[in-house]
């Protein structure tokens, strides 16, 4: 995309109804890969990296949420597609709400996994600066090992994710980290009407309280999915599950269009 701005890899496949996935930071589009590969038989998947990571770059705007997610909406914008569904996994799901908020036109409904509209507890707050120590330092290696080794088993895919997230610049990432711990949408989230599907693992306890604030402010109709048998990572360690749960919300949106 040539506008002047941050040129933002993404890629496209499949066709029908759209869904967009965002990830957390680092870690790039290969963390929804299982989604790609399933869901893209039944859907346009579009799968980004965020400026910054991957293979996206930079420009010259100070990085905020309501930029990331008009980098978004560029791509959408780039790809033909007027309106989609989104899903946002951890401090990718901030982006998602970002996109509800400001832009509800283009949104028929967000997935959101391990999301939280703020960081208000002593375990989140403490990931998030456990991150930006990690990047001040320039721990590019810890960090990827880390990220990989939670979120994958297979040594191929554990080494692929490691080495993308270390294209990634660490002074990008501590900014990112810096923006998400400060980034709270819990009051707007009064102007998200769309339908929003909340996914936690079981084992995730530590975010399960965040329900709470998107059932309270949301205004449109709000689903809670605990998935058995995991913590954070349910994209990667729980694939099939949550492409099921995502076919399943978007054949319900489909079927009731004035919800979306």
Request: charged share 25%; proline share 5%; glycine share 8%.
């Amino acid at each position: 995309m040539k506008d002047g701005k941050a040129r933002i890899f993404y890629e496209v496949e499949g066709q029908g109804p759209a869904i967009v996935f965002v990830h957390p930071p680092g870690m790039g589009h290969v963390t929804f890969r299982r989604q790609k590969d399933e869901l893209k038989k039944f859907y346009t998947v579009v799968a980004v990296d965020l400026r910054g990571n991957g293979r996206s770059g930079m420009d010259k705007r100070p990085l905020t949420m309501e930029t990331v997610a008009e980098d978004v909406i560029r791509v959408l914008d780039n790809c033909g597609i007027e309106k989609t569904y989104a899903c946002g996994y951890s401090n990718g799901g901030s982006v998602v709400q970002e996109l509800a908020i400001s832009y509800p036109e283009r949104i028929k409904g967000i997935v959101l996994l391990g999301s939280f509209p703020e960081v208000n507890s002593f375990l989140l707050r403490n990931e998030f600066k456990l991150g930006i120590w990690a990047m001040e330092n320039k721990l590019m290696g810890l960090l990827s090992n880390v990220l990989a080794g939670a979120h994958e088993w297979n040594p191929i895919k554990m080494f692929q994710l490691s080495s993308y997230i270390k294209q990634s610049n660490p002074e990008i990432l501590e900014a990112y980290y810096r923006m998400g711990l400060e980034y709270e949408s819990t009051e707007r989230l009064t102007k998200v009407t769309c339908p929003v599907t909340l996914i936690y693992g079981e084992r995730d306890d530590y975010v399960h309280h965040y329900r709470h604030l998107f059932k309270k402010y949301v205004q449109g109709p709000v689903t809670v999915i605990l998935v058995g048998n995991v913590a954070h990572q349910t994209p990667t360690k729980k694939g099939s599950a949550i492409n099921q749960i995502i076919k399943n919300f978007i054949k319900d949106t489909e079927r009731n269009p004035s919800l979306a």
